[in-house]
């Protein structure tokens, strides 16, 4: 994904004059070409990353269209103050991009792991909250957010392949359907989405049909498109690679409880209100032992289904 952000804002901005890449000191190698032809919206402003997003406010409120980019627990809760008021506050037009979300950084521990990004940031008033799926998606993103008014937040892992679905337009707020099913839903969001496409292939086996539903855009959610799952479904797993507070699967839970003539029965996976203390480059290998591979999303829908 980081490699699709840097060759989109380089599109981006040769379409767009206005949109400028600040960085926190952090991928001058793979921006050199970024660089070399843009130098002028090109600001490197260091570890200093209060200062990036308040500097990135100003020059949105002169017209200017500022993406904000380095690693996620930096450009979200190391400068949660600066977002609030300098860009929410004043809806600046600032989009935040913060790479090598969740566990993304296996060997680097909690200063470089983001299991809250989601929860803090949907909090905020005027903000917008993406979290793409894969590096096509990504691409999809950026000038969805290059083109919306306003404070947008995207969420990047670090690594992943293009998933081979049938994509339609890229709306913001308006999720994906990758897969129909008569029985059950898993709603996944970023990496997750993968994991769920897998899972659905196996419970087919099972003679449990999923519907398989991106959730690109976590705020505004497809609340329509919850809701109606809700009504059809006999039961809804969620899996993210975020906390199970105040992310993905909080925010479903919302929707689904405003219905409770529904009998839907629903599941969040997540990290369960705890810091990653596994240190890995395998990545897969640190979703294993937190529950959250496929086999395990499986196993949580087998169960609830036949609950």
């Known amino acids: 994904m980081r490699d699709s952000y840097i060759n989109s804002i380089y599109k981006a901005t040769k379409q767009n004059s206005n949109v400028l890449c600040?960085?926190?000191?952090?991928?001058?190698?793979?921006l050199r070409h970024y660089i070399k032809d843009f130098p002028s919206n090109y600001f490197n402003l260091g570890a200093a990353e209060a200062n990036m997003v308040g500097v990135a406010a100003g020059l949105a409120m002169s017209g200017k269209i500022p993406f904000v980019y380095t690693i996620t627990p930096f450009v979200t809760a190391r400068c949660y103050e600066q977002i609030k008021l300098d860009v929410c506050y004043n809806n600046a037009n600032v989009k935040l991009v913060g790479v090598g979300s969740g566990v993304s950084y296996g060997t680097m521990g909690s200063t470089h792991h983001s299991l809250e990004d989601i929860a803090i940031m949907?909090?905020?008033?005027?903000?917008?909250?993406?979290?793409?799926?894969?590096?096509?998606?990504?691409?999809?993103?950026?000038?969805?957010?290059?083109?919306?008014?306003?404070?947008?937040?995207?969420?990047?892992?670090?690594?992943?392949?293009?998933?081979?679905?049938?994509?339609?337009?890229?709306?913001?707020?308006?999720?994906?359907?990758?897969?129909?099913?008569?029985?059950?839903?898993?709603?996944?969001?970023?990496?997750?989405?993968?994991?769920?496409?897998?899972?659905?292939?196996?419970?087919?086996?099972?003679?449990?049909?999923?519907?398989?539903?991106?959730?690109?855009?976590?705020?505004?959610?497809?609340?329509?498109?919850?809701?109606?799952?809700?009504?059809?479904?006999?039961?809804?797993?969620?899996?993210?690679?975020?906390?199970?507070?105040g992310g993905l699967g909080s925010t479903v839970a919302s929707i689904i409880s405003q219905y409770p003539k529904n009998k839907t029965r629903y599941k969040i996976m997540g990290f369960n209100d705890v810091f990653c203390k596994e240190y890995s480059r395998d990545k897969l290998k640190i979703l294993e032992e937190y529950g959250l591979s496929t086999k395990h999303l499986v196993k949580t829908m087998f169960s609830l289904y036949n609950s």
């Open 22 to 30: 600040i960085v926190g000191d952090i991928g001058a190698f793979l």
């Open 122 to 245: 949907r909090a905020l008033p005027n903000m917008v909250v993406i979290s793409p799926s894969d590096p096509l998606e990504v691409e999809e993103a950026v000038f969805a957010a290059m083109k919306y008014k306003g404070p947008v937040y995207i969420r990047l892992t670090l690594t992943a392949n293009s998933l081979d679905y049938n994509r339609g337009k890229f709306e913001i707020g308006k999720a994906r359907i990758l897969k129909k099913g008569d029985d059950a839903a898993i709603i996944a969001t970023g990496d997750m989405v993968r994991t769920a496409m897998d899972a659905a292939e196996v419970l087919k086996k099972d003679n449990i049909n999923c519907y398989v539903i991106n959730i690109h855009t976590i705020k505004p959610i497809d609340e329509i498109l919850i809701k109606k799952l809700s009504e059809k479904c006999k039961a809804i797993v969620s899996i993210e690679e975020h906390s199970t507070i």
